[in-house]
């Protein structure tokens, strides 16, 4: 099952076109993307999550959907600290 995130519309027609299974709006907030994600999955996360976004949250999220033990993949240069997350 993939999964895509994005806040753009671009990026969410872009994960429909190549196929997501699952499509979630980063724009309804960290919470409802935690929601999603679990339902999506079980109730148990994403295996491999990959971060392409340098927002502030969006780590924090990214970690926030993986599965415990998972794999979190962070590509985006945040530019500040991006502290902890307590959404899952």
Do not use: F, P, Y
């Amino acid at each position: 099952m993939v999964v895509g995130v994005d806040a753009r519309d671009e990026g969410l027609a872009l994960s429909k076109k190549v196929g997501a299974d699952v499509v979630v709006d980063a724009r309804l907030g960290d919470e409802k993307v935690v929601e999603a994600v679990k339902k999506a999955t079980g109730d148990v996360g994403a295996d491999v999550t990959v971060n392409v976004s340098d927002a502030q949250t969006a780590a924090a999220t990214a970690c926030a959907v993986t599965k415990m033990h998972g794999l979190m993949i962070q590509i985006a240069q945040v530019r500040e600290d991006i502290g902890c997350c307590s959404l899952w």
